[in-house]
């Protein structure tokens, strides 16, 4: 892979990570634009599993308090608010695990270029968040229900062109939980299960590396860490305010100029 598209694929994962804008569909939309095509399978999910990694990383290190006090609270081996927060984060990794497990061939067919599909999925992300940012802010924290419920709307985000982090915090500020603890679990939930996929991906022997690769792995990865970084930290921000419609309309935008190329190419 060229060292710029390994960059500018890894900016791409990083701001689109944690911006509601879906980070599948940009990069779909990035590999097209770049001719990525001439990539051999493998050697494009070994790429897509250390950017992947890299905004996990990222995650961690903007919420490193919340997580060291969780597993403080853990260690406690009492049912608290810790405990309590662990278990509704892999209570909403369900929905999304058996779709990962019984489906993973059919979802793979879509990320073969669709840009028909990742337009109009862009459209849908828009409606989500022009409703999320018309919620009111409350002071509700997320409930064993409203995990699950966001678990399915993660699952559905799993399509290229739905946006994860629009889907599970526009999910959780409608069912009337506070904007900033929503963000939160939206971004520790999927931490977890970024690193259950790169551990079967890794298990599954379909990875192959060639060190002739090594510094455009590197490159991007650096540049999705950094951006990832970023990218989280301001997303937070943003959610507070509600300014989520900006971004809906960005996804309109893009959705609609992906739905107009794929018919001037198809």
Not at 33 to 60: G, Q, W
Not at 77 to 84: G, K, T, V
Not at 227 to 232: H, I, R
Request: proline share 2%; charged share 15%.
């Amino acid at each position: 892979m060229d060292i710029i598209d390994s960059i500018i694929l890894g900016i791409i994962q990083g701001l689109t990570e944690f911006l509601p804008v879906s980070s599948s569909g940009h990069l779909e939309l990035g590999k097209v634009i770049l001719n990525d095509d001439n990539l051999v399978p493998k050697e494009s999910l070994l790429f897509t599993v250390v950017l992947h990694f890299a905004t996990a990383l990222s995650t961690m290190v903007v919420f490193r308090k919340d997580i060291l006090l969780i597993l403080k609270g853990i260690l406690k081996f009492e049912w608290n608010e810790d405990l309590q927060f662990v278990s509704k984060i892999a209570l909403s990794m369900i929905p999304a695990v058996i779709v990962g497990l019984f489906f993973e061939e059919q979802l793979e067919q879509l990320f073969e270029g669709n840009i028909k599909l990742v337009g109009f999925m862009l459209m849908v992300t828009a409606v989500l968040l022009f409703l999320a940012d018309k919620a009111k802010d409350t002071n509700k924290k997320v409930s064993f229900a409203n995990a699950f419920v966001i678990g399915i709307s993660q699952a559905i985000a799993m399509l290229p062109g739905i946006s994860r982090s629009g889907a599970t915090i526009s999910t959780s500020v409608l069912l009337g939980n506070d904007k900033t603890k929503a963000a939160r679990f939206s971004f520790l939930m999927v931490v977890p299960l970024i690193f259950g996929k790169i551990a079967k991906d890794v298990l599954s022997g379909d990875i192959t590396y060639d060190s002739a690769n090594f510094t455009s792995l590197s490159l991007g990865f650096i540049a999705a860490f950094i951006t990832g970084l970023f990218a989280c930290t301001w997303m937070i921000a943003l959610v507070k305010k509600s300014k989520l419609s900006y971004f809906a309309l960005y996804c309109i935008v893009i959705g609609i100029i992906a739905v107009i190329y794929s018919y001037k190419v198809g």
